[in-house]
């Protein structure tokens, strides 16, 4: 599986999942260092929103009702759903 395509937030540091740079002991972080956080912790923050409304419906704090096989085709569709109506 390849993790350089994932992001996460500093606490996987070291695990080859995009993370945020962390600000080194002995100097501020630098412009570049700065954008890069800036640019993964936009990607992060629409990720986590999502998440966090998905985690609202009430229909996730049932049992899953459908075939287990068709649980990734399921919250694929309500998420791209949701982007899609959220999309302006």
């Known amino acids: 599986m390849d993790l350089s395509q994932w992001m ?17 002991a002995f100097r501020d972080l630098e412009g570049e ?16 929103k999502a998440i966090a409304n998905l985690k609202t419906w009430r229909i996730f704090h049932a049992d899953y009702r459908r075939p287990l096989k068709t649980v990734t085709g399921t919250i694929s569709a ?11």
Do not use: H, Q, W
């Open 78 to 88: 309500v998420v791209g759903l949701y982007f899609f109506t959220t999309d302006k």
């Open 33 to 48: 260092e700065k954008e890069f956080n800036t640019s993964v912790n936009r990607i992060r923050y629409v990720v986590e």
């Open 8 to 24: 996460g937030d500093k606490g996987y540091i070291g695990t080859g999942i995009n993370t945020s740079i962390r600000k080194p």
